[in-house]
């Protein structure tokens, strides 16, 4: 089986940091993602690591610790439309078409 | 523009009124996916299709069926829908590691 856990809801002032972590435990890993999702509409794509060590993409940054199953995505200079539901998936390795996704983490952003 | 697109939007129904949801992409990606998103649940997968003719059950595969006969389309067929199966549906497709583009979603209720 194949547990992804993170927070439930974050709250954080504009601008600024939040840190969004995952923990995962499976079998075979291969690559993390985060997607981030606004009320009623689709997620969209925000990261993808596989090998260890921080990626970072302008105000996103994810990292990876695959010893730990552990990941966190952290968002820098908060803005009020960074207000939304940002979830961590896990592929594994036996099935590369297997995505597996945690619940979410709503993140609320505050004036 | 590239698109991924699913159709209806919206759909009430009846139970056990035979249904397809459509999923459409123009970007000629091998892979497609089909997810259903409940509150508290998050996204868990349905099936998975690597290429034409390539289709595997995901997560929660009981009660729906699916085909690729080319590769831009992946519908998802109820045969028989039950209420439990009222959720917001996901079309999702992807090139590389990721799954890059999701279609809109499809809000179905089965009553």
């Known amino acids: 089986g194949q547990n992804i856990d993170q927070p439930t809801e974050m709250t954080a002032t504009e601008g600024a940091i939040v840190q969004i972590n995952c923990t995962y435990q499976t079998s075979g890993f291969n690559g993390l993602f985060w997607y981030q999702q606004h009320a009623g509409e689709a997620p969209t794509f925000l990261s993808y690591n596989v090998l260890d060590g921080l990626e970072e993409k302008g105000r996103f940054s994810s990292f990876l610790s695959r010893s730990k199953g552990y990941s966190y995505l952290l968002l820098k200079e908060l803005q009020m439309k960074d207000s939304a539901s940002y979830l961590c998936?896990?592929?594994?390795?036996?099935?590369?078409?297997?995505?597996?996704f945690g619940a979410g983490t709503q993140v609320v952003v505050t004036p | 523009e590239a698109q991924v697109t699913q159709n209806p939007r919206y759909l009430i129904t009846v139970t056990g009124k035979k249904l397809t949801v459509t999923c459409s992409q123009n970007?000629?990606?091998?892979?497609m996916s089909w997810y259903r998103q409940d509150p508290g649940l998050g996204l868990r997968q349905i099936y998975y299709?690597?290429?034409?003719?390539?289709?595997d059950k995901g997560d929660v595969p009981e009660g729906y069926k699916v085909s690729r006969k080319e590769k831009r389309n992946f519908p998802l067929i109820l045969e028989s829908p039950s209420p439990n199966q009222t959720s917001l549906y996901f079309c999702a497709t992807g090139q590389g590691p990721a799954e890059a583009f999701f279609g809109q979603g499809t809000r179905l209720t089965v009553v």
């Open positions: 299709s690597m290429n034409v003719e390539v289709t």
């Open positions: 998936a896990v592929r594994k390795t036996d099935s590369w078409g297997k995505l597996q």
């Open positions: 970007m000629n990606h091998e892979y």
